[in-house]
């Protein structure tokens, strides 16, 4: 049988309601509603992250946590020689097939012996250092996983981590031997003792989740990776959305099969641009930019440096090229391409546009590099680029995509909805709707108005575009004019 991954539906057992805006302060964006306390006191003092971790995450976490797919289940026996392959494409930009292999090893190892997931912990190492331990980390957390020293080094001696867990009223005192492989803190330092280290302290949070979320106040939140990040009190759910989006992919990989397609064009099976599907997407069709000078004309996919950039369709490049200032589109061949320096870029920067069938165009754009060439037949799912910051002025690396039927801007967030969490889903973008200008707010419906008046040209899963998850439902408004070919 396959090991379930545990979710733990924390706001429907409280019964909390989450509030939008009840903390919003400072034009920051608000979040869930702490769960109330319950239960026996703790007899240790709470374990607070001391690292710095950036809090909130800009908002990103979902007003509703059910709106995420089932995760799916790790395979009941995991094989080395197919989990450490994965490892490495997770993490290609990092590690070397040596230590992919080292680290597989490792991450097996210790998960066999604490017993937790270990498509879970390569996750956790991914998302916290990208799988280089050497590299300055984002908070004052060490090594691989990131493990916060200062407040685990209270609860370790002698080799042993002790936690309590509560039975009934009372809270029972139990410890993980990490003797074998942590002599003191400072070796945490060092790869194999950081990641037996987070095994065991993934092992300690998965007998006392979901008990300490009340009993320290935490906020609703799917499952006990967060405390990985946040201790025994939880902040925000965007970190443990991360992870879990990462452990998709790392799944993905291990499985290698090819994923089914969960959307569909006329006659075209449409795929997700990135791994880890669903995902979260911060900008929409019609978003109004730079103080209304623009319209976005497409979405912003939340993304990581790096992240490989797949086709979303069998087709054709017709252009593999740079956003041009002045000039749109500029085709660049494939050994120039590094060469272009980012302040030369339009806003599109590095871009590929791939023609399917039935007059469907999809387009990339902000690219870090592309990985094909103008006229090149590419497959659905086939990697075509990274994921860059090139032609961003202000936000930090994502994917843009848009989409065009016969050259007319459609709306991807009603044709992928299947792979999309939309922006309104989140605090951030519940804020920032309800901060947003009227005339702003009429342009943006009167856009995707338009785009919308197309998609009975193609031949969408879904009936109605109400009633898909994070879907914007502004009222329909009369159409805006005709858009340029490049831009986003």
């Not at 730079?290 to 976005?296: I, L, T």
């Not at 804020?431 to 031949?459: E, F, T, V």
């Given at each position: 049988m396959s090991r379930v991954l545990p979710i733990v539906p924390l706001a429907v057992i409280a019964g909390v309601s989450l509030s939008v805006a009840a903390r919003s302060t400072w034009g920051q964006a608000g979040g869930p509603e702490l769960l109330p306390a319950e239960g026996p006191k703790p007899p240790w003092a709470c374990r607070?992250?001391?690292?710095?971790?950036?809090r909130n995450f800009q908002g990103l976490g979902l007003v509703d946590l059910t709106l995420w797919d089932p995760e799916p289940d790790a395979p009941a026996t995991v094989k080395e020689e197919r989990f450490a392959p994965a490892l490495n494409q997770l993490c290609s930009s990092e590690l070397s097939y040596q230590q992919s292999n080292q680290f597989a090893h490792w991450i097996l190892e210790a998960c066999r012996r604490y017993e937790v997931d270990p498509f879970?912990?390569?996750?956790?190492?991914?998302?916290?250092?990208?799988?280089?331990?050497?590299?300055?980390?984002?908070?004052?957390?060490?090594?691989?996983?990131?493990?916060?020293?200062?407040?685990?080094?209270?609860?370790l001696h002698d080799g042993r981590y002790s936690y309590w867990v509560k039975e009934g009223r009372e809270w029972l005192p139990r410890q993980v031997d990490v003797s074998p492989y942590l002599a003191s803190v400072q070796t945490l330092h060092q790869d194999k003792a950081n990641i037996f280290f987070a095994a065991g302290l993934m092992h300690a949070y998965q007998q006392q989740c979901p008990d300490i979320d009340g009993a320290f106040q935490s906020v609703p939140h799917r499952h006990y990776v967060s405390h990985m990040l946040w201790g025994d009190r939880v902040l925000e759910t965007d970190g443990e959305d991360r992870i879990l989006r990462t452990r998709r992919a790392i799944i993905q990989y291990y499985e290698?099969?090819?994923?089914?397609?969960?959307?569909?064009?006329?006659?075209?099976?449409?795929?997700?641009?990135?791994?880890?599907?669903?995902?979260?997407?911060t900008g929409v069709l019609g978003d109004?930019?730079?103080?209304?000078?623009?319209?976005?004309?497409g979405v912003d996919f939340v993304s990581v440096l790096g992240e490989p950039v797949r086709a979303v369709a069998d087709g054709w490049v017709v252009y593999a090229g740079v956003d041009a200032p002045g000039k749109g589109a500029r085709k660049v061949t494939l050994d120039k391409s590094g060469a272009i320096r980012k302040n030369s870029m339009g806003p599109g920067g590095l871009f590929v546009e791939i023609q399917h069938k039935d007059n469907l165009m999809s387009e990339y754009m902000h690219l870090l590099n592309y990985l094909v060439k103008n006229g090149q037949w590419v497959t659905a799912g086939e990697i075509i680029g990274h994921v860059?910051?090139?032609?961003?002025?202000?936000?930090?690396?994502?994917?843009?995509?848009?989409?065009?039927d016969n050259g007319?801007?459609?709306?991807?967030?009603?044709?992928?909805?299947?792979?999309?969490?939309?922006?309104q889903a989140t605090y951030?973008?519940?804020?920032?709707?309800?901060?947003?200008?009227?005339?702003?707010?009429?342009?943006?419906?009167?856009?995707?108005?338009?785009?919308?008046?197309?998609?009975?040209?193609?031949?969408?899963?879904?009936?109605?575009?109400?009633?898909?998850?994070g879907a914007d439902r502004s009222a329909p408004e009369a159409p805006v004019g005709k858009d340029s070919h490049v831009g986003q």
């Open positions: 607070l992250d001391q690292t710095g971790r950036e879970l912990l390569a996750s956790l190492v991914y998302q916290e250092s990208r799988c280089a331990s050497a590299k300055p980390h984002r908070s004052a957390g060490i090594g691989l996983a990131g493990i916060d020293a200062a407040m685990h080094a209270p609860f290698a099969d090819k994923p089914v397609a969960r959307a569909r064009w006329k006659s075209v099976e449409l795929f997700c641009p990135l791994d880890g599907c669903p995902r979260k997407i109004i930019r730079e103080d209304g000078k623009r319209a976005h004309k860059g910051d090139t032609g961003i002025r202000v936000n930090g690396p994502h994917l843009h995509l848009q989409m065009r007319e801007i459609i709306d991807p967030l009603v044709h992928l909805h299947a792979y999309l969490i939309g922006p951030r973008g519940q804020l920032n709707k309800a901060a947003m200008p009227g005339r702003w707010r009429q342009a943006r419906s009167r856009m995707r108005a338009l785009a919308a008046s197309r998609r009975d040209h193609g031949n969408d899963l879904d009936a109605t575009d109400s009633d898909k998850p």
